[in-house]
């Protein structure tokens, strides 16, 4: 069993002085403040509520998909996911941990059909993507992911996918190609479904999207491509025993919330994630999403305005040596650095032999990559810690399925802490909605035309300011 | 001519009040410290220092790049990158702003050999790439990029595919496929050059890795994979005039850099870059590293502890509007946001026809998606300026070499005169090089006994703060 494990000593003000670390009487203030809170979530739990945390128990989903996949993979060269947001953060970043970086490119590097996953609407981008899906169709499975099937950027990729399929393939042709997750009752998306008969999966309700990766949401494209589902929420059950302790040092999302809240109320206001591997790269995209959209919030839940929320910021190691480490180290000391990392590699390079012409790389030579690169994370941690920047160490010790899915679970519910220390909603997204409709109002649709009008008088480009 | 154009009304107090906009008083207050800086550059310039401004004039190196573009592109199928930093970050950028998003993948898309910018060490994803090019050696170029040759990173993955280069195709092949661009004169990897006979290209004396893309060492691999870097450097010159202004409001660099520099004073601490545009997206990404490095300083210019810094902050529409808008929209007002964007797509695509069991969906039918993303942009700008944060356009007519241009020669001044606004030296890293040294001491290098020493003091997992 490989668990994963927080180090948080690099955060004390034993190692890093009493201006920036955390005092023995504070870390146990935090303990206090964070034992409530673990209760509450329980008893919730119990009422049925925080519903993300029961996704890993779920045996009826993972079911589905799994038939459906078994189905659908030797029918399918090309999967191509529509769906942005939590619908296709959590996707991308199991993919990119699971399975190797030229997995796309290389069919010898495997197993399963390539992936694409399509969070954007940019025009230029999504002709390129259509050159090469048009004549491969009849190889190619769809799963558009939108909970409502209102989402503009989704619905617009599909309405362009669907009449494709069916100039192309011939009408009636949808349900052979289309896997759609989405509501199990409303929604547009579902009337879709029904109408045209289309193969689905259930977006689990009271799952918001950004929580929603151990659910078919994310389950569905990552078993397409070989990703051990199983073991996935094997290592988010057994995270759960652990982030459910009312002991606040045995349990690690209470001990992330907790600092991380510290740190904010100390100024620290960006909190820095930077995996020391490529394969994480994108799981600090996908907490990225998670932090800023729960926490970042204008009003607390009694309604008072506090304009509160952690900047998350996603860093990649070494490659950002050679481009942030300046400015994190000598900067302001306004950042909280998380580092991501694995203790064992499946695979490693040894750097070959030195050059007659170059003595000075000889130190280099036989040892092998995955040293250098654990030689550099431990060299700029130590430089930021003699510079008295706070870190914590995510330590996994090998990057699979089971301690991905125990690293996806301890964030959702640090979040979850992190919200009512905060005190804010950490589930809603009120400051979405002025944009959502503010497109309707600038794409013509009906009901939103004194918005226009507000909008009007707001925008558009005054010459006068344009240089 | 298609110039790119800087619209900065959305930061001023008639748009976004009195409390986080600029008024007319402190905008001409930030004309009049603009100006001396402007005047200084210039007679620096006169000097022979601020060396990069002038490599758009340089003929000498882009001919030395042509012609060996035009010698190699036959024989080369697969092009490798070996940097990181500045010797990387340019390169992706121009790659991702001017090729299609599928290059890599369809033959049909591409003008060139397949390109890989490998600037990080981690093993997993490196050996993915050796599984994937060791076949292939026979028509691959390798260009590694390192002024001094002493960069761990880069040197590791040199000795790697030396080693495999030597074994699998001969000794005397590394002239063949290795293209060295380094220092003209001294330098370790400029002494592996004369002992091996590899061919070569140069980093100018003078310039910085983070302002070096327009120098051979972000035109070579940019021509090879079809780019026009005649038009490239076109747009950096016909920005040079532009920049040169000592007029503030027709100076879109010194106004770039005098509104970062205004809001920083102010609290607004995070300057975040967000393109609407795939292409774009890498842009932001060398930004990052150009404004992060250059501007993050412990010291000013006379010696005094000063912490400075904004942080950059990349972020992508339509996609990070749901992800990052709330905090954006709701969060702390401690941001200052720049929007990428074009105004024509040299392709588009029509929305399908609505679906009769989607009404709801009427309003994007017949519409394309070009138009959903200006829509979009629009929206989440009109929902930022209602939440008085403060917005900054730069905006592309059209999306090509000669507009990228523009853009990287615009904010690499605007960096140079933010650069004297913080009071700092806008052309050192002296934090990198404490990583460095401890790496040394981690991988046992000769003469860094004494480092490593310190280093096991600090670090090394205690056990009792593992959870």
Redesign the interface.
């Known amino acids: 069993m490989s668990d994963i ?5 690099n955060v ?1 003000s034993c ?1 890093i002085g009493k201006e920036h670390g955390i005092s023995p009487r504070q870390l146990r203030s935090l303990g206090t403040k964070t034992r409530p809170i673990i209760r509450t979530i329980q008893s919730l739990r119990e009422k049925g509520l925080e519903r993300y945390r029961e996704l890993p128990y779920d045996r009826s989903n993972p079911r589905k998909v799994k038939a459906l996949v078994k189905r659908l993979r030797p029918l399918c060269d090309d999967l191509v996911v529509l769906g ?3 619908s ?2 959590g996707n991308i970043a199991l993919q990119t941990a699971l399975n ?3 997995y ?3 069919p ?2 495997r197993d399963g059909p390539r992936l694409f996953i399509l ?14 899906i048009e004549p491969r169709l009849d190889r190619t499975i769809f799963n558009v992911i939108s909970k409502s ?5 989704t ?2 990729q599909m ?6 399929l069916t100039k192309r393939l011939g009408p009636g042709q949808l349900k052979e190609h289309v896997v759609a997750t989405t509501d199990p009752r409303t929604g ?2 579902r ?2 479904v ?3 008969g289309l193969m689905c999966l259930e977006v689990p309700e009271g799952v918001g ?1 950004r929580f929603s990766v151990l659910s078919p949401v994310g389950l569905f494209s990552a078993a397409m491509c070989g990703i051990d589902i199983d073991r996935l929420l094997a290592g988010a059950r057994a995270m759960d025993k ?1 982030v459910s302790s009312e002991e606040f ?4 999302a209470a ?1 992330i919330a907790a600092i991380n809240w510290h740190y904010y109320q100390q100024g620290k ?2 909190s820095v994630m930077m995996p ?4 994480l790269k994108d799981m600090a995209d996908w907490y ?2 998670l932090w ?2 729960s ?5 607390d839940t009694k309604g008072r305005l506090v ?3 952690p ?1 998350p ?1 996603k860093a ?1 190691g ?2 950002d ?15 909280l650095f998380t580092f991501l990392y694995a203790q064992r ?14 003595p ?2 000889d ?3 036989g ?10 994370r ?6 930021l ?3 008295q920047r706070p870190c914590l ?1 995510v ?1 996994f010790d090998k ?1 699979d399925a089971y301690s991905v899915g125990q690293f996806i679970y301890l964030y959702e519910v640090a979040t979850s802490i992190a919200g009512r220390l905060f005190g804010i909603d950490p589930y809603d ?4 909605e ?13 009901g939103y035309e004194q918005l226009l009008g507000q ?1 009007q008088q ?2 558009g ?2 010459q ?4």
Chains 1, 2 share one sequence.
């Open positions: 494990k927080l180090y948080y000593r004390l190692v942005i947001g939590g296709a953060l190797p970086y030229l796309n490119l290389d010898a590097q969070d954007n609407i940019d025009p230029v981008q999504f002709v390129s993507f259509l050159d090469w099937g209102r989402t503009s950027e619905a617009a309405l362009i996918i669907w009449d494709m547009t998306l009337c879709i029904e109408q045209e999207g652990r040092l045995q349990n690690p001990i206001t960006i020391y591997s490529y394969q990225r999403q800023a959209e926490l970042g919030k204008a009003r304009h509160v929320g900047t910021v990649l070494a490659t040596q050679h481009s942030q480490i300046q400015l994190y180290r000598e900067g302001p000391n306004n950042k590699y499946p695979r490693d390079v040894r750097i070959g032999p030195s050059l007659q012409s170059a000075e790389l130190f280099l030579a040892r092998t990559l995955g040293q250098l690169l654990d030689a550099e431990k060299a700029t941690q130590y430089a810690i003699v510079d160490d330590i990057i997204q009120p400051a979405v002025l944009g959502k409709d503010a497109t309707y109002a600038l794409m013509g649709r009906p909008m707001v925008m480009l005054d006068g300011f344009l240089v």
